[in-house]
């Protein structure tokens, strides 16, 4: 229904995260009736977004630096401790664990999960590069598995337990058990069993 | 906490449509993980959007024609009837409206709806335009107001029924009632009356 | 897991609209914290509940009367209008009705709807008393399906239609449209043609 | 609008947990229906509750046994481990723990939370029964308070904590962490909190 050329920018929106072809058509509404200048600042905007934004060499975090400078401003902060490798599935889990203050380690940014140990859905994270991290930064001593409890986000922290183990360092998970809020009654039985195990 | 150059296109993208910080921050992400070819792509559609898109002169509806066309394909259609005028309040209703395949007439796309009738608001609604329109198309006979049925949708229904009524044409709203698979217990009493009121 | 009084009476519990046996379980130990007294006045309630409550002869609503009285106190009003009856299916949409005081005929409480148009479903519900009144009421004139749009409700009123045709009174249903506080862009597209045509 | 005697019931079943008005009325017609045999069994049953079960004297659990018996079969188990005393504040919290299979020790009923230190709140709780317990029975060596993570939940085991820390028992709480499926992203701060701190 709609022409070409809406068609294409409502397939190009549809592929950004959390947005169909409704939300995309709605965008396209919505850049239709910006001006000439608004429309050329968000064209400006994006163009530099991929000049000035580079990401960081340790951590894969994406910052700005007018220096010659390849470590974001976490990965080159002295008072971090050094000590401490948080691996986190996406750039978002990053902000969410800096917002608490209560990590001040550095971060692993792997780039999501898998739902299954195909080899080529693994070789879409930065497995490879993880390794190399720990095996290249002999002052980590713990790395913290922070990623999501889901049924992907178990599959592949299992195999990153498994891969990491013979590097002989510290390896834990989040500590899973009842949510501030919860009901027994409501609680799944996994989740039960992990806050009776993890009581203290 | 993030860099000036990804705060500034999150506040662009927050201005998107249904889109929160949270999103436009996603958004970003995403935006850094393309390829240089992918990332033009996009630029290039939108500059294509603003470019090739044209807005209806009678409807206000987004359209693209190569040749030297002022009418979308609803408005230069010879078998649509010239006597229904459909005004609705953005782009997405006219899609959804077409959707259902029984309505024929043309539409009017009045630019969004007011909470109260501020004169600043009413401003931002296309509402000279339609008064024009009507007047210059004597061809027209029913006017069907088909803005939503909530707060602010009939505020603007009211403000248009009083408005058109010395130009002396039918006017209309969209049936009210009970959707399909409403149960009459849960039914709002407004709504319970326009059912009953509606009966037939 | 439960002792065999106390499963048996999770079972009945189960039995009441709207109870699963997690609620039933609730119950229980609500009534096991009970006094004696409380407890006593729970059953003597329930008692006099089948005792005192009459079924009305004519629309089969609940009521209690000390009187030899075999109507209701809507069907008994002089002032209520004759010639409307109105089909429900159950009690609760009597009151449901009642309380937007839009309605003075009188009611006919089906006792509910089927799915399909199988003879033992059918035989359920009141559909020859219906068809008695109806026949014996030579006053009334025009007969409300005030069934619910749902996917039952609607095979009823279809056979409700069908049935009561040769009987040469105006049969209406409730009126079918937006309901308030819609939007167009999430409605169904079954009710949006009912909007549509249903305008006015 | 409904009669005395249905008023009455109606008020009675609103007492019942999860029950309001509305779902009151539909117990009443679904009464209304059954027939006097049915009626019986319910009234019989809800006797035969009162009369048959009893509550354990030393968790507070309903039980039913046809011998002198004081205590539940949880209670009076042999292989269950005395050391453990698993506090909760209501008897279904006893089913979704038995149901996991995990823990062996005995349980002792609260019988609820409170919002506030309130004498009056307080007194409603077998507080003071709690106490004796566990002065009674030294063979208690470890107390689990497993009281919803909510808000009244949290007053009730804070308040616990301290009153039974001059015991010299071990008091532990359920682990609190990320539940089974949790997203870090949409986790609140203090779960993740808990999170971080608990990992393991």
């Known amino acids: 229904?709609?022409?070409?050329?809406?068609?294409?920018?409502?397939?190009?929106?549809?592929?950004?995260?959390?947005?169909?072809p409704r939300t995309a058509a709605r965008f396209v509404f919505y850049?239709?009736?910006?001006?000439?200048?608004?429309?050329?600042?968000?064209?400006?905007?994006?163009?530099?977004?991929?000049?000035?934004?580079k990401t960081c060499s340790f951590c894969y975090n994406p910052f700005e630096s007018k220096e010659e400078n390849d470590l974001c401003s976490i990965c080159s902060n002295p008072i971090r401790n050094?000590?401490?490798?948080?691996?986190i599935a996406n750039e978002t889990d990053l902000e969410t664990i800096e917002k608490i203050k209560k990590y001040n380690g550095r971060y692993f940014i792997l780039g999501g999960t898998v739902s299954a140990l195909r080899k080529s859905d693994m070789?879409?994270?930065?497995?490879?590069?993880?390794?190399?991290?720990?095996?290249?930064?002999?002052?980590?001593?713990?790395?913290?598995?922070?990623?999501?409890?889901?049924?992907?986000?178990?599959t592949t922290t299992l195999y990153l337990e498994r891969l990491l183990k013979p590097?002989?360092?510290?390896?834990?998970?989040l500590g899973r058990g009842l949510p501030v809020g919860a009901e027994l009654e409501y609680a799944d039985e996994e989740t039960l069993r992990n806050a009776l195990e993890g009581r203290k």
């Open 1 to 20: 229904m709609h022409s070409p050329t809406i068609q294409k920018i409502i397939a190009l929106f549809s592929k950004f995260p959390t947005v169909g």
């Open 31 to 53: 850049l239709m009736k910006l001006s000439p200048e608004e429309t050329e600042e968000i064209l400006k905007s994006i163009s530099e977004l991929k000049k000035n934004v």
């Open 82 to 87: 050094k000590g401490l490798l948080c691996v």
């Open 123 to 154: 070789e879409k994270l930065r497995i490879k590069e993880l390794e190399e991290r720990i095996k290249n930064h002999p002052e980590i001593q713990e790395i913290i598995l922070a990623i999501n409890p889901t049924s992907d986000g178990e």
């Open 167 to 173: 590097l002989n360092k510290k390896i834990t998970r």
